[in-house]
């Protein structure tokens, strides 16, 4: 018999909606959800009408008291991450930490010493490395190392409106005390300050970006080809909504492209052209779920021709398999590859973005 977590939700935006309740009501033989805690009392009232069970919060601090609570998700804003995890592992809670970790190395450093002081688990929420056509297109990679030539990283997408207002009912509240919105905005403005030396834009918007979308991507690159030589170069345009860098990896580089546009798609992928095989792996939007990520491999077939297989393993949800590592890695010590450690190389990856932009 499956040992049940008990889980404290510390956010209940749109993606905890969509994404994280889901998965976890899905996963019930090794989740129960105890708590819920929003600054909104609209939003935390709306989402307890669906668990009824679950005990309503409206600050982190309080919830993290709750002795039904075994481990908590953090999916509060990007500022509040880090002392939200560190309060919560000094209570005795394990953490998954919604991406971004947190927006300074500073913070990432408290996180790991806070993480070896309490020896709580700490999973960060890079969902798209535990897809199962990434990981088998990171065993291919890994065996054309020596080979490869060049290599892309790509993520023009849409507005998320466009995929949530057609597929699901997003509870949304204007209700949250303007002495917690004034708090928010001083903690992200300086961690912003700290991190890039200003809070204005473009420049924050660029890194913004860096921490939300692009963090999934610049982590699945590193696991993919390994940490980067250096920065060749970087640059942004249209205030801070599109930007690339070249990332040099010695004997090839890996080009790097993002951006946000009013199309309604989500063209995200990574590439690996090697001598004679590359590899692709395709992402769709989280946003509906059990969306796979398909991997494709063009191969030399004769010389005067290919072959092409595209595919995936499973239909299982990436946010799943997250899930049911987190509740391996509690109950049985299991493995964490998204680890403290792990994300911290992102922040130094973008650090070096930021001065070359």
Request: aromatic share 6%.
């Amino acid at each position: 018999m499956q040992k049940t977590i008990n889980v404290g939700v510390i956010g209940c935006g749109e993606a905890t909606q969509i994404l994280h309740i889901p998965t976890l009501r899905e996963l019930s033989d090794r989740f129960r959800i105890t708590a819920l805690c929003d600054a909104s009392p609209t939003v935390v009232d709306g989402v307890g009408a669906l668990l009824p069970d679950a005990t309503r919060y409206h600050d982190s601090s309080s919830l993290l008291t709750d002795p039904q609570v075994d481990a908590v998700l953090i999916a509060n804003p990007n500022a509040l991450h880090a002392p939200t995890a560190i309060e919560a592992m000094h209570r005795g809670k394990h953490v998954l930490i919604e991406k971004p970790m947190c927006m300074t190395l500073d913070e990432a450093d408290a996180l790991a010493e806070a993480e070896a002081q309490t020896g709580m688990r700490v999973q960060i929420g890079y969902m798209r490395r535990h897809a199962p056509a990434f990981e088998e297109a990171v065993g291919i990679v890994g065996q054309i190392r020596q080979s490869i030539n060049f290599a892309r990283v790509h993520a023009i997408i849409g507005p998320n409106s466009s995929f949530v207002n057609a597929t699901s009912t997003v509870i949304k509240g204007d209700d949250i005390p303007q002495s917690v919105l004034d708090h928010t905005t001083r903690e992200t403005n300086a961690r912003l300050t700290e991190a890039i030396g200003t809070h204005e834009r473009p420049r924050a918007q660029v890194y913004n970006l860096l921490l939300g979308l692009s963090s999934h991507d610049i982590s699945a690159m590193r696991e993919l080809l390994g940490m980067p030589q250096r920065v060749l170069g970087a640059a942004f345009r249209r205030q801070g909504m599109f930007y690339n860098a070249s990332f040099d990896y010695g004997d090839f580089i890996c080009q790097f492209e993002t951006g946000i546009d009013s199309v309604a798609r989500f063209d995200a992928h990574l590439a690996v052209y090697a001598e004679e095989k590359t590899v692709r792996v395709d992402y769709d939007t989280p946003y509906i779920r059990h969306q796979p990520a398909v991997l494709t491999v063009t191969s030399a077939n004769t010389p005067f021709g290919i072959t092409t297989s595209s595919g995936h393993q499973s239909r299982g949800d990436a946010f799943v398999i997250e899930w049911k590592r987190f509740h391996e890695a509690i109950v049985n010590n299991g493995p964490i590859k998204t680890t403290i450690a792990d994300a911290r190389l992102d922040l130094e990856i973008f650090q070096q973005m930021m001065q070359e932009m």
